[in-house]
């Protein structure tokens, strides 16, 4: 659905001219098998996908970013150390600040941002803390910033 306002902005950005064919894609479906067997469907906003040079799908860094948030909220920290890149993917997908994820595990801030560069693990209880907040997560309901 379109509105007047959203129609003047397109008309505003592309001179008056339709919105180029390569930024109006149709949503992708994707799947993604999880490590415990289950499978993940997430449709990618057709905005974040393009064709390479060859013809395949490619995904543009906010649908990457968008597909680790997802995978980080269903796969639990708990079944493997988790990786720096799992624990920044986390907490955005929670959509929390380091700071504010800090204080829901009990650490201060920069413990935070150590685990995300690697420098320091987390603790047992860290991780315990963070996957009860995954969990309570999931039985909220997530939703992700498009």
Partial sequence: MTTAATTTRANRRYGGKPRPAHLSHP???YTMK?????ILFVE???RWVIKDRSG?????PPAVRLLDRLRALAMSALERPPSPGYITSLREG???T???FGEQIGVDKMSVSRWERGTVRPS???LAAMERIRRAAIRRGVTMPT
């Fill in 27 to 29: 949503d992708h479906p």
């Fill in 34 to 38: 999880l490590p415990d067997g289950r």
């Fill in 44 to 46: 990618v906003p057709g």
């Fill in 98 to 100: 380091q700071a504010e």
């Fill in 56 to 60: 395949e799908t490619a995904f543009l």
């Fill in 94 to 96: 929670l959509g929390l």
């Fill in 124 to 126: 047992d209880a860290s």
